[in-house]
């Protein structure tokens, strides 16, 4: 019933593992050697049995001392030995806290300095995934497999040498069940081979299935009409199960014979067996087989251990790829230092800026425009048309592909991030706030402002009072005892921007989240920040920005038009249709005349 | 261990039951033929090879017999295994389909993938890599001791007396054990809670890098962990620890008691078979030893797994929604309310309290009020996402709670915010509102939700895959994609939520014309943002705080000055704001 092949796996994925292990490494082989010490000295005892047993069965009798020393020198081995595998594990455990501390450090050291765009084309729960769920499952490599390795071949390799010093016949002969598991294991390995491929594409449809039977179970139930994805569900549980009984039978008579060939009652009637005849045959004393009937029963719980932990190392493997694969991540370039320049002025000029996720599909294509200080622009245009993009390469949530965009006379890519952001603050249609004081979310940016800015920035963006009325005023939590509706969040972002007091201001549909009473509390709260400052603001509802210094239509990723309000409409474009289409020239009186 | 087993096989727990007898029956027979290896050294070492080799055959065949029954011990542990990858992961199923719709959130839809993929998975290897190993190794011992107090008493006492111990070193252990464990996972769930913020929250976290500490909070949790982990290493080495050396002192002590009793004994010893019965007793004392150190070895690995099935019963344990044996059709498609209140906990404040309201059939509910009034939960109520906690919500006349759940939902279309898209088709998709629906309908239902010019543009036109692999979608694509799939129901109820402006204008105008279109022939409940949506309707609701403020038509309101008007008011202001021009700064 295995479901990985361990042997091959183990020598593809060498690279990830020991790259991630790096660190600790020096820690794991201490933990293994001293478990491989551990384990020689636990088995003791059993030569300690052996030997009094063959002095008592001896013509010259038994003599106190000699077994009170061979008594003490087993128990002491057994304490010894004890203490250094429970010391192997403690040292084992502690290297595995010691790496996945470090690796979730580095990771978010890593992250912290990815394209912002990065994180929009992934869900948070990917990026938990690998920070704390794959990097947990390294834990079975780390805490376990040395030390567990460690142990089996310690044993293993001391009983043999016993048992060879002892009688190297006898040795031989009882050894036999082992090879005897190779083969049997070698053949389950063999007939899992033929069936795996088959196997693994049904795990990946039952995953899909499950997927879309978890995800759409709430749309199913609400039609209820059919029960499509709950039987799709079903057929794929039933066909998965197949898979897996084929996979499996094969499999069952190898495994099952290889279990039974190495269980202590087999290797200990192939001892008995064998012994028996040698001493027949006069070859060994009868209490010569001692030894080995102590000895050689105990390998089987090693080795299953081993062949145990083999099989947790493939999930370990996989959790190693995909975390080192996340620290190789591309990086944001940063200027060098002694590049990076400081810009001179607010104006900001897109030249020649096109992007794409990817080279099929172009999102931006030859944009340019210029941000004249002190002035409002607006882009316009149909959904997906790039105007989220465009404001998003002005924050550098990512790169153009091709031509830049300066502020000040200097490309972004050549200011440090901070100081860019000290340029330029924005408010977004997504509100994120963080789980911490209201104080704190406030002065994010500026951690050493004062109660009275803070305070100030909370007036200007509306919510102040709000605030205030909280049961610990602005020391409450965000999501404990603050809880704030969408507007109101978003009130609490737009202080947090006005306490930076950027000269330039990116607002993108910043009341989109906001219900009705807050969205005129937004907009109070908006045209008092962005008084003086340079705007750049995208919208849907054209009568919003039908005042802006200047209109861009951006359609399929160009500047289609370009201009005043009046103008554009005059031109009779794009623009004069979209406007025609939203239907604001008779907009604001709707609800009275309509009833 | 076995109950939460036996709880998710259900039906199929024979299965479990035939493996574990098995499995104790491997372990009794092992025991039995390793108890030979008594009289089998007995006779040789007293030098009589005869009379060894007869015990020997005897010896041989148990373990023949135990290897045969080891065959069918594996097999009936496949089947287990087969018992909880089919039938238990369709119980899930069947048991999930039965839930209310509010039960799935994101976060209970992601771990109930887990459960069922990765979980199950790992369940069903169980009896193959750790219960045979277990349960075989619990019961050998046992026969062993019983051959140890045949042989020599005082061993076999010791022995006997090691095994309670030993269970309390378990139980003791694992007590320990658990309450670190809870402690980790608390600050594990914590750390996982920063992560998540870290990902959602990096561009705000990074462009409000205040002196350097964006990272910081996520750190602090890191850190935290890392500690309570550190604890949890210490308390489990000791756990793992104090079980491996409960079984070696036994194991020590039987090793002492041996060798006293032989040197207080030599002399009689010498002359009578007793002193080969103490040497095999000692040879014994070991095989009595390492099943139970394989035991205590995976004493982790069951917590593991048990941390799996606890998971599994959590699920199990929501209650489904309750299901009428004898169903009531209803008699139109009227909506009433009536002294409804509801909380999703006991511990939680009302969400609702209190709510009574007749919606007409064919006329046109819009609900108005700031977010968190209750407007959303009082729209799922209808659909029956969860049920009331106090009054009832009835439809033409009927508690929801006395119809079939295909009855209710073939009453109710909804036309909400979240867009879930099955793999297939854009009309495969659609064709999910009306599994009867002909093209010609579907692809009316598609223009009508202004799909036209989408479909136009993609080659495969309404055959166009979506999802991955498939066309790339926008978010107002998708969403009037759900739009057209509940047109396409037309049923008689539609519920409606455009509760922020979020909507694109396309998607807004899509659905004005769609409530134009069904206002008068279908009962429509809309929780409105739009000024022209709420002048649309026939009647008002306003909520506040959960409580029903105010209800009336729309020129009734107007004129009240209450919330309403307060409402038309902020409305009209936010339709009319210009953002602020540096040469025209006082524009409002």
């Known amino acids: 019933m295995d479901t990985h092949d361990t042997a091959p796996a183990k020598t593809r994925v060498r690279g990830p593992i020991s790259q991630i292990l790096h660190p600790v490494r020096g820690r794991l082989i201490v933990a293994g050697l001293l478990a491989a010490a551990g384990a020689m000295l636990t088995l003791v005892p059993l030569a300690g049995i052996a030997h009094i047993g063959k002095m008592a069965l001896s013509d010259n009798g038994l003599e106190p001392a000699q077994v009170w020393w061979a008594l003490i020198a087993g128990v002491a081995s057994l304490c010894a030995g004890m203490l250094l595998i429970s010391g192997a594990e403690l040292l084992a455990h502690l290297a595995d806290n010691r790496i996945t501390h470090h690796l979730r450090r580095a990771l978010v050291q890593r992250l912290s300095s990815v394209p912002l765009g990065w994180f929009t084309s992934r869900a948070s729960g990917e990026v938990k995934q690998a920070m704390q769920d794959d990097i947990s499952s390294l834990h079975s490599l780390t805490a376990h497999f040395f030390t567990t390795s460690g142990r089996a071949a310690g044993a293993v390799l001391i009983s043999l040498i016993y048992l060879f010093t002892m009688d190297w016949r006898m040795a031989i002969v009882s050894i036999l069940p082992f090879p005897g598991f ?106 010569d087989v001692l030894p080995f009937a102590l000895v050689t029963p105990g390998l089987c719980g090693p080795l299953l251990l081993l062949h145990y932990i083999t099989h947790d190392l493939n999930h370990a493997a996989g959790a190693a790829r995909r975390v080192q694969a996340l620290l190789d991540t591309p990086v944001l370039e940063q200027p060098a230092p002694g590049l990076q320049q400081s810009p001179k002025g607010n104006e900001i000029r897109f030249e020649g800026v096109s992007y794409g996720y990817d080279s099929a599909r172009q999102v931006l294509a030859d944009v340019s425009f210029t941000l004249k200080p002190g002035t409002t622009t607006a882009i316009v245009g149909r959904s997906g048309s790039g105007k989220s993009t465009l404001a998003r390469l002005l924050l550098r949530f ?63 963006a509306n919510i102040h009072q709000r605030i205030l009325d909280l049961p610990r005023g602005y020391d409450s939590v965000i999501g404990e005892d603050a809880l704030f509706s969408g507007g109101e969040q978003q009130r609490v972002s737009i202080a947090r921007a006005v306490l930076l007091d950027p000269p330039v201001l990116v607002l993108d549909e910043p009341t989109a989240a906001a219900d009705a009473e807050s969205e005129v509390a937004i907009q109070e709260a908006l045209s008092r920040f962005a008084r003086g400052r340079t705007l750049l603001v995208i919208a849907h509802r054209l009568d919003s920005i039908m005042l802006a210094d200047q209109i861009i239509v951006l359609d399929n990723g160009i500047v289609h038009e370009q201009g005043r309000h009046e103008e554009l409409l005059a031109g009779k474009g794009l623009y004069a249709h979209l406007w025609a289409q939203g239907g604001y020239s008779q907009s604001a009186d709707l609800a009275v005349s309509s009833c | 261990m076995l109950n939460p087993l036996v709880q998710l096989l259900d039906k199929d727990a024979p299965v479990l039951h035939r493996y574990v007898w098995m499995a104790v029956l491997y372990g009794l027979l092992s025991g039995l033929t390793l108890t030979t290896l008594v009289p089998v050294l007995d006779h040789l070492l007293a030098g009589d090879v005869r009379g060894a080799a007869l015990w020997l055959g005897l010896m041989l065949a148990g373990v023949a017999i135990c290897w045969a029954w080891r065959l069918q011990l594996d097999r009936a542990g496949v089947a287990v295994g087969v018992a909880i990858l089919q039938g238990a992961r369709q119980r899930i199923g069947e048991h999930v389909a039965r839930l209310p719709v509010g039960w799935f959130t994101a976060q209970n839809t992601s771990r109930l993938g887990h459960v069922i993929t990765q979980g199950m998975m790992a369940v069903a290897q169980l009896p193959a890599h750790v219960l045979t190993p277990v349960i075989s190794g619990a019961v050998t011992p046992l026969v062993v001791v019983v051959a140890l107090f045949l042989l020599h008493w005082s061993l076999g006492l010791i022995a006997l007396l090691g095994l309670p111990v030993l269970c309390v070193a378990l139980w003791l252990t694992a007590r320990l054990g658990q309450r670190a464990d809870r402690t980790y996972q608390h600050h594990f769930a914590d750390a996982s809670q920063r992560m998540v913020e870290f990902a959602q929250a990096q561009s ?343 409580q029903l403020v105010e209800q009336g038509t729309p020129a009734a309101l107007r004129g009240s000055g209450g919330r309403y008007a307060h409402f038309l008011e902020q409305r009209r202001a936010a339709r009319g704001w210009r953002i602020a021009v540096p040469s025209n700064s006082e524009q409002a």
């Open chain 1, 182 to 287: 190779f083969l049997f294991f070698a053949r389950a390995m063999k007939a899992s081979q033929t069936n795996m491929q088959a196997f693994t594409a049904g795990m990946g449809r039952i995953d899909n299935s499950v997927v879309e039977f978890v995800n759409g179970i709430a749309v199913v139930k609400s039609f209820s009409t059919g029960t499509r994805a709950h039987s799709s569900y079903r057929e794929a549980i039933d066909a998965f199960a197949l898979a897996f009984i084929g996979f499996t039978r094969p499999l069952v008579a190898p495994m099952a014979n290889a279990n039974a060939m190495i269980a202590p009652v087999t290797v200990l009637g192939v001892v008995l067996v064998s012994g028996t005849v040698f001493v027949g045959l006069g070859w060994i004393a009868a209490p």
């Open chain 2, 204 to 546: 705000v976290l990074r462009a409000f890098n205040g002196e350097g500490a964006s990272t910081q909070l996520l750190e602090q949790a890191l850190d935290q962990q890392r500690r309570s982990g550190m604890r949890l290493i210490y308390q489990s080495t000791l756990s793992v620890v104090l079980n491996a050396w409960v079984v070696q002192a036994v194991f020590a002590a039987l090793l002492i008691a041996a060798a006293l009793w032989l040197n207080a004994n030599q002399d009689i010893a010498q002359q009578s078979g007793t002193v080969i019965a103490v040497v095999v007793a000692l040879l014994l004392t070991s095989r009595f030893i390492d099943p139970l150190l394989e035991v205590a070895s995976y004493a982790e690995i069951l917590r593991g797994a048990y941390g799996q099935l606890a998971e599994v019963q959590s699920i199990f344990a929501v209650e489904p929604l309750p299901e009428p044996d004898q169903p009531l059709a209803p008699a139109d498609s009227s909506v009433e309310f009536r002294q409804v209140s509801l909380r999703y906990a006991h511990d939680q404040p009302d969400v609702l309290s209190g709510i009574s309201l007749r919606i007409e059939p064919g006329s046109m509910t819009a609900l108005v009020g700031a977010s968190g009034s209750g407007k959303t939960t009082l729209v799922r109520l209808i659909a029956r996402f969860f049920d009331a906690t106090q009054g009832s919500v009835l439809i033409g006349g009927v508690d929801v709670r006395q119809m079939s759940s295909s009855q209710l939902s073939a009453r109710i279309s909804q036309i909400f915010q979240d867009t879930y898209l099955f793999q297939g088709s854009i009309a495969d998709n659609i064709r999910i509102g009306s599994p009867a629906a002909s093209f010609g309908e579907i692809l009316d239902a598609a223009q009508q939700a202004g799909l036209g010019d989408l479909i136009e543009r993609l080659p495969l036109g309404i055959d166009t895959p979506v999802g991955e692999g498939g066309a790339r979608l926008s978010g107002g694509e998708r969403q009037r994609i759900t739009i057209a799939r509940a047109l396409i129901k037309n049923a008689p109820i539609l519920l409606v939520d455009e509760a922020t402006a979020a909507l694109d204008a396309q998607n807004q105008s899509v659905i004005a014309r769609t409530l134009s279109s069904l206002r008068g022939r279908h009962t429509v409940v809309v929780i409105a943002h739009q000024l022209s949506t709420v002048s649309m309707a026939d009647q008002i609701v306003v909520l506040d705080k959960g």
């Open chain 1, 398 to 460: 990512f790169d153009p592909t091709q031509g830049r965009i300066t502020l000040g006379g200097v490309d972004l890519r050549e200011i440090e991030t901070c100081n860019l952001y000290r340029h330029i603050g924005f408010v977004l249609q997504e509100v994120r706030l963080i789980h911490a004081s209201v104080r704190d979310n406030i002065a994010l940016g500026r951690p050493s402002a004062s109660q009275q800015q803070i305070e100030d920035a909370a007036r200007i």
